[in-house]
DNA sequence: TTTTACTACACGAACGATCGTGCTGTCAAC
DNA sequence: GTTGACAGCACGATCGTTCGTGTAGTAAAA
């Protein structure tokens, strides 16, 4: 029935509210990643959007609510731009690297002014108990348990050890990319995300099965070289 | 000149603008640390002090001015509470261990509400330019220099592989800490530390000269073990 | 010793701006 | 004619900041 509907509405130039709300949220989501869920202000988005407080207010009820859809919005874009390119290699270690890859290159692009959204709105939030917290807290955790299943998939189709604790390789490699994004965000440094790469590399040679280690090189190879200066690691090109 | 009046003023109980000077920053670094540097406000400080607004203003005289007040209240935290106990080790591996050991308890033991000061402002004021990101960077990166800083030395003592990067190392072991701190803060998952250190220990024993092997493992003993049950790594207890 | 002068510190009141949030009205689309 | 999207206006609260005043305590002058 909705389906129907809604068909009909967008063909009609109607959902006329849903175009402005997504449009709104679009600007939100920009503004709330360089100023904090708390600093993005209604009055600030108004402006900006050349409409009236009330007007964008009506679209949500309470500034709690337009947090709440901003970091649904947030999670839309994360989805697009990360997840989605990532899943549509084939599953395991190939997937498992490709979403970190992706996830790099998104921080790197800085697709949110405030680099990536989620650590900032996390630590933002994470003394902050309530709805929007919650909601973070959520989606956080749904990522970081996308990443360690995929290892653990990788372990099943015997591409990593399966003595390997998937839970602690998914909490080093969310920590090398983390950490990329806060020096990035923090010094500019373009070179933390070889430096991330390094790691996750690293990280998965260790636990890769004998087989695998020829195709992980390739992989390394084919994005981008260290520049080859600065790899003091035993056996390159053996 | 000014010693000598000094000194009689501050034998008699003198310097009292100084004592509420850093009582308002006791209480200001708290607040801080969970609502933002951005969300203290002058009005909330005053309350909490039972002081008036105005008289808190007076020892400030800009909300910029304290800000930095506050970050540099916080580095003396930092320094008293996780530097200066690692600093009265012996230098070298010993001193690193113990550095991001102490920084790891201290996140722990939540000296800030927030979780770490540092790493909330850093995310806060990243993509927010003026004299309160700059000090927040720098502070940052002199700390992340001390850590590359000891790598390096135990390099030169012959307890770290001369062929590591050490700026590599530090990058890493910086992301593991951090890590810790997101994931505490925001899942209240206390285990973050187990995995932290884990990986922390995998790090260095990698990297580590051959005979420094043992040492690093009495240390791992002497804090706390990992239960023993997610250790799947080769050789333990040969 | 008393008076005077000055400084440090804190207060209350008020400024203009902006915050989040309501209420009412208008105009267009169904 | 009902409904949904918006604007206009206003509210109480709070923001950072300024101003004038009061109270101690100290230093120099009497």
Chains 1, 2 share one sequence.
């Not at 809604?6 to 920009?30: C, P, S």
């Not at 360089?34 to 679209?59: N, P, Q, V």
Request: hydrophobic share 40%; glycine share 10%.
């Amino acid at each position: 029935m909705k389906a129907i509907t809604d068909i009909g509405k967008q063909r009609r130039g109607e959902a006329k509210g849903e175009k402005t709300r997504q449009e709104i949220l679009q600007a939100a989501v920009h503004i709330a990643s360089a100023e904090g869920l708390e600093g993005l202000t209604i009055g600030r988005l108004a402006d900006e959007l050349h409409m009236s407080k009330s007007g964008l207010f009506g679209h949500f009820g309470s500034k709690e609510e337009l947090q709440l859809a901003v970091v649904g919005k947030a999670r839309d874009i994360f989805v697009r731009e990360v997840a989605d390119p990532a899943f549509k290699r084939e599953r395991g270690i190939v997937r498992l690297l490709a979403m970190l890859d992706e996830w790099l290159a998104y921080v790197g692009r800085s697709v949110f002014r405030g680099g990536c959204f989620f650590m900032a709105s996390a630590i933002e939030f994470d003394s902050r108990p309530g709805q929007v917290r919650d909601l973070i807290a959520e989606l956080s955790r749904s990522w970081l348990d996308t990443i360690e299943g995929e290892a653990r998939h990788a372990q099943v189709l015997g591409q990593l050890d399966t003595r390997l604790d998937a839970a602690q390789l998914a909490f080093e490699l969310h920590a090398l990319v983390q950490e990329a994004n806060w020096s990035y965000n923090l010094f500019e440094n373009k070179r933390a995300f070889e430096q991330a790469r390094t790691g996750i590399l690293e990280r998965l040679r260790q636990g890769a099965a004998p087989g695998l280690l020829r195709l992980l090189g390739e992989k390394s190879a084919a994005k981008k070289r260290p520049a080859g200066k600065n790899n003091p690691k035993r056996k390159e090109r053996t």
